[in-house]
């Protein structure tokens, strides 16, 4: 097919043609005098992507499913209680690894399109007088669903219980796109990967643990090896890896985390509210149609979840998407599959870009049926960003921008 694909799926995102060079690069001996420092300039800048000092900042060969079992390894034992909450396909996948590596998991169950529920965890926290639970887990953007959780909450929910359990939570999703404060919210353990708001391919588990996670490691007795901090801690110290490194990801990385840089991370999350904001404004003002997420305090910044009408499969929506138009938007999973199709605006993105996944899925929608206003979306869209600044002019709080997409037209009824 001529021309490009659209990538807008919410993971793998588009690798900057910048990171692509950089990633071109002739194998080279990893134990050689020059290495460590590419090693320690990526852990170092790392430590600004988790908003840490005292963070550790490790790297696997993996991805963010690797991430969720060094956090889980290497700071509890066989049997320990976890409380998580289930409210997508990927908080449910964290949870069922828990159980799977003989763990156990007292889990909150939620409607999808929620968040943590963090009066819940509140409460349960405060009467495990025992401190029975050994960790909190928690899911910082909900992929499947489009939602964001309010880990501050969660960090203010262990504090007022006075609990000394660990905080362990997933940011697959959301760091280097959505504001992610590792040191000022109390998180013990954060799990990312590569192939989202970091622009690069899937292939690097990246993980930052706190003083008290590696505290913890020492007398957690769950078998681990590939993923053992220890091991990981001991050769970066010396700007080595404890087995063979994925160099050209190392490089790319390198890339990616000098662009962050350069546009500045508060920058970067003002530009993925904007962008969310117009595709919030299609969904909701243009097509008419509600997010899977269900109030506006859980939307998300880096996905959006549309609820398709009964009768329509979405599935088929993102099939003649990809087949017609060339443009890949995400499926529905699991309990969602079939009700949504996912629209991933995460990483290396611009206003155009949006407006032409827009319009590919404006256009999908109309050919399997569905009865929207042929234009409205990218024209809701268009109207939010001519409107809208693309840069900071000043620290806006997060949720006066995320509210903004409705003061453009009625959302009533849209959920
Ligand atoms: N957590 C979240 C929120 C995700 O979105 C994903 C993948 O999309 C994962 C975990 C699993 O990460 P990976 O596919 O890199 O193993």
Same mark, same amino acid.
């Given at each position: 097919?001529?021309?490009?694909?659209?990538? $807008?799926?919410?993971?793998?995102?588009?690798?900057?043609?910048?990171?692509?060079?950089?990633?071109?690069?002739?194998?080279?001996?990893?134990?050689?005098?020059? *290495?460590?420092?590419?090693?320690?300039?990526?852990?170092?800048?790392?430590?600004?992507? !988790?908003?840490?000092?005292?963070?550790?900042?490790?790297?696997?060969?993996?991805?963010?499913?690797?991430?969720?079992?060094?956090?889980?390894?290497?700071?509890?034992?066989?049997?320990?209680?976890?409380?998580?909450?289930? !409210?997508?396909?990927?908080?449910?996948?964290?949870?069922?690894?828990?159980?799977?590596?003989? *763990?156990?998991?007292?889990?909150?169950?939620?409607?999808?399109?929620?968040?943590?529920?963090?009066?819940?965890?509140?409460?349960?926290?405060?009467?495990?007088?025992?401190?029975? #639970?050994?960790?909190?887990?928690?899911?910082?953007?909900?992929?499947?669903?489009?939602?964001?959780?309010? &880990?501050?909450?969660?960090?203010?929910?262990?504090?007022?219980?006075?609990?000394?359990? +660990? +905080?362990?939570?997933?940011?697959?999703?959301?760091?280097?796109? #959505?504001?992610?404060?590792?040191?000022?919210?109390?998180?013990? &353990?954060?799990?990312?990967?590569?192939?989202?708001?970091?622009?690069?391919?899937?292939?690097?588990?990246?993980?930052?643990?706190?003083?008290?996670?590696?505290?913890?490691?020492?007398?957690?007795?769950?078998?681990?090896?590939? *993923?053992?901090?220890?091991?990981? #801690?001991?050769?970066?110290?010396?700007?080595?890896?404890?087995?063979?490194?994925?160099?050209?990801?190392?490089?790319?990385?390198?890339?990616?985390?000098?662009?962050?840089?350069?546009?500045?991370?508060?920058?970067? $999350?003002?530009?993925?509210?904007?962008?969310?904001?117009?595709?919030?404004?299609?969904?909701?003002?243009?097509?008419? +149609?509600?997010?899977?997420?269900?109030?506006?305090?859980?939307?998300?910044?880096?996905?959006?979840?549309?609820?398709?009408?009964?009768?329509?499969?979405?599935?088929?929506?993102?099939?003649?998407?990809?087949?017609?138009?060339?443009?890949?938007?995400?499926?529905?999973?699991?309990?969602?599959?079939?009700?949504?199709?996912?629209?991933?605006?995460?990483?290396?993105?611009?206003?155009?870009?949006? +407006?032409?996944?827009?319009?590919?899925?404006?256009?999908?929608?109309?050919?399997?049926?569905?009865? &929207?206003?042929?234009?409205?979306?990218?024209?809701?869209?268009?109207?939010? $960003?001519?409107?809208?600044?693309?840069?900071?002019?000043?620290?806006?709080?997060?949720?006066?921008?995320?509210?903004?997409?409705?003061?453009?037209?009625?959302?009533?009824?849209?959920?």
């Amino acid at each position: 097919m001529a021309g490009r694909n659209f990538l $807008f799926v919410p993971g793998p995102t588009n690798v900057p043609e910048r990171v692509q060079r950089a990633m071109v690069v002739s194998m080279e001996d990893h134990r050689s005098s020059k *290495f460590p420092d590419l090693t320690k300039s990526v852990l170092e800048d790392l430590k600004a992507v !988790f908003k840490t000092t005292t963070g550790t900042p490790i790297i696997f060969p993996a991805t963010g499913t690797g991430g969720w079992e060094a956090a889980l390894t290497n700071t509890l034992s066989p049997g320990d209680l976890v409380l998580a909450s289930r !409210f997508g396909q990927f908080s449910h996948l964290w949870i069922d690894m828990i159980t799977r590596l003989g *763990f156990q998991v007292e889990t909150v169950e939620c409607e999808w399109g929620e968040g943590v529920p963090v009066e819940k965890y509140a409460e349960i926290l405060s009467k495990d007088k025992g401190h029975k #639970i050994k960790a909190v887990i928690a899911t910082h953007n909900e992929t499947a669903t489009g939602v964001t959780s309010d &880990i501050a909450g969660v960090r203010k929910a262990l504090d007022d219980a006075k609990h000394p359990a +660990l +905080l362990l939570v997933d940011a697959v999703s959301s760091l280097g796109s #959505i504001d992610f404060r590792m040191d000022e919210w109390g998180v013990d &353990i954060c799990v990312s990967g590569s192939q989202k708001g970091l622009m690069l391919p899937a292939g690097l588990g990246i993980v930052c643990a706190s003083e008290k996670a590696l505290k913890a490691r020492e007398s957690s007795t769950a078998p681990r090896c590939f *993923f053992d901090f220890g091991d990981m #801690i001991k050769a970066n110290a010396t700007g080595y890896f404890p087995y063979t490194p994925a160099l050209p990801m190392l490089y790319g990385l390198r890339e990616s985390l000098t662009m962050i840089k350069e546009e500045g991370l508060e920058n970067i $999350f003002w530009r993925h509210t904007y962008l969310a904001s117009g595709v919030r404004a299609a969904v909701l003002d243009g097509w008419k +149609l509600g997010l899977c997420a269900k109030e506006p305090k859980w939307y998300s910044d880096t996905v959006s979840a549309i609820v398709v009408p009964e009768g329509i499969n979405g599935a088929h929506v993102i099939d003649v998407a990809f087949r017609r138009y060339n443009l890949s938007l995400g499926a529905g999973l699991s309990k969602v599959a079939g009700k949504v199709f996912r629209i991933g605006h995460l990483g290396d993105l611009n206003e155009l870009m949006v +407006l032409g996944a827009l319009a590919g899925a404006e256009m999908s929608m109309l050919d399997v049926g569905i009865k &929207i206003e042929p234009g409205s979306g990218v024209a809701a869209a268009q109207k939010y $960003f001519r409107t809208h600044d693309n840069v900071p002019k000043k620290k806006v709080a997060r949720s006066e921008v995320v509210y903004a997409s409705q003061s453009m037209g009625s959302t009533e009824g849209a959920h």
